[in-house]
């Protein structure tokens, strides 16, 4: 596979391959986790909960803030997966087990792997219990617990994915299914879903019609294909100049989107998918399909619900520039489980992680936190087998672009990045406490640039 490099040529790709080289020389070599949960303390300087993305960077970061033995997390998972991928497993461009890796191999060397489930947070006392009865005690807390999956609310599922012809990319136990579906797809309706909830990764629904429609055309299918995309939106994306991007492919391939369609039932045994009509509360739609994808309906992890730390709608409530909870000084959230008025991605993970550590350093010392969170996130939109819109904006849905070049564009390069890049960053620098998003590198382009 041609590399990066060559795809983005002069001084920014010098520029960029520097950099690679330096932080992975920073990153140093992976060390796997030995500690014993056995020697758990009931106290900890920084208790981190949650080991995925957002946890393990911060547990790193926190290490060198205070040290190895003063940092742990509560993580009950034997397994710790790179989700963003899973758009190109479903599509069969890359393998499940590219994803995962042991949660031993990626919690900080030192740091204490707690593994254990959160089942109550206690911010008045300091302290959190959890599922194995124990009791463990904090002077900072950072919640790091990621976006619940919640099949269960639409009738039907998760029986439903016993049967065939039905797949979600947003779990490790569905996602081969929509490979699988792909494959055995004859003729008839290939449809794609949105749910009326806030989502991680929002772009994702849509990236897998994109693949789906590409191979359909590959293997001669797409003539008896009718592609169809329900959204419980009333746009297909956020920030108008990649909506607008997205328009013309929508119109070029001959796709169909249904806005505020909101898939409430799935009846696999009659291959059947019924959706409400949200702006005619009742009116319903049924659709066969020969193939379903199912992006299913998300919410706070119910843990945070009924805890002070939440705001009225379950998420932690933060303060949307320094991260830090808006009620308790020593706690803190990232990612997907925040308020945070942003797209829940992994990108947005590792920019929030940079101004976090910030902030947390300072509160350390008992200083007021200067550096400021501006919402970024990205969206790699992946509209073929090889090629990608890269969407990066800010919180106020405007663009906030790395390369001097327009990201609107479907570029090989970007898919480049998004299949083969962004993992080795993400495993070998993200997770490291070494990635704090593109903004170092937005800057050495535009310097090469000058």
């Not at 890359?94 to 947070?121: C, D, H, M």
């Not at 087998?385 to 919180?395: G, S, W």
Request: glycine content about 8%; proline content about 6%.
């Amino acid at each position: 596979m041609t590399p990066l490099a060559t795809v983005v040529s002069g001084p920014r790709a010098r520029l960029f391959a520097c950099f690679l080289r330096l932080g992975t020389q920073q990153a140093g070599p992976l060390r796997l986790h030995t500690g014993a949960s056995l020697a758990a303390k009931n106290y900890y300087e920084v208790l981190v909960l949650g080991g995925g993305s957002g946890g393990i960077t911060m547990a790193a970061r926190m290490k060198r803030r205070v040290g190895a033995e003063n940092v742990a997390v509560v993580e009950p998972s034997e397994r710790h997966f790179y989700q963003p991928i899973w758009t190109l497993v479903g599509a069969g461009a890359k393998q499940l087990s590219s994803s995962g890796r042991p949660t031993a191999s990626v919690i900080p060397s030192g740091v204490e792997w707690i593994k254990a489930r959160v089942i109550e947070l206690n911010p008045d006392k300091n302290c959190i219990h959890t599922d194995n009865g124990k009791e463990i005690s904090y002077k900072y807390l950072i919640i790091a617990l990621g976006i619940q999956l919640d099949y269960e609310k639409i009738k039907g599922l998760p029986e439903g994915f016993e049967h065939p012809k039905i797949g979600s990319n947003y779990s490790v136990k569905t996602v081969e299914k929509t490979w699988k579906a792909l494959q055995d797809f004859k003729e008839g309706n290939a449809v794609f879903t949105f749910p009326n909830t806030p989502v991680k990764c929002a772009g994702a629904p849509q990236k897998i019609m994109y693949l789906s429609e590409a191979y359909f055309r590959k293997t001669g299918k797409r003539s008896k294909a009718n592609i169809i995309f329900n959204t419980s939106l009333g746009a297909i994306f956020g920030v108008k100049k990649y909506a607008a991007a997205l328009q013309e492919i929508i119109q070029e391939r001959d796709l169909t989107v249904n806005y505020k369609q909101n898939l409430i039932e799935v009846r696999a045994d009659r291959q059947e998918a019924v959706f409400e009509n949200l702006d005619k509360p009742g009116e319903t739609q049924v659709i066969s399909y020969e193939m379903l994808h199912v992006t299913p309906p998300m919410s706070p992890p119910d843990v945070l619900k009924t805890s002070p730390v939440a705001d009225a709608a379950g998420w932690v409530d933060v303060d949307k520039e320094t991260l830090q909870h808006k009620k308790y000084p020593n706690v803190f959230g990232i990612g997907d489980c925040t308020n945070l008025p942003t797209s829940k991605t992994a990108a947005a993970v590792a920019a929030q992680s940079g101004i976090l550590d910030r902030t947390i350093s300072l509160v350390m010392k008992n200083q007021t936190p200067t550096k400021k969170y501006d919402g970024y996130t990205s969206c790699p939109l992946v509209t073929g087998y090889n090629r990608v819109i890269l969407a990066e904006f800010d919180y106020n849905a405007q663009p906030l672009e790395t390369f001097p070049f327009d990201q609107s564009k479907e570029r090989l390069s970007m898919y480049l990045m998004k299949a083969d890049l962004m993992p080795f960053l993400y495993w070998n620098m993200m997770l490291r406490g070494y990635w704090g998003g593109p903004a170092i590198l937005r800057k050495l382009f535009h310097l090469g640039m000058s």
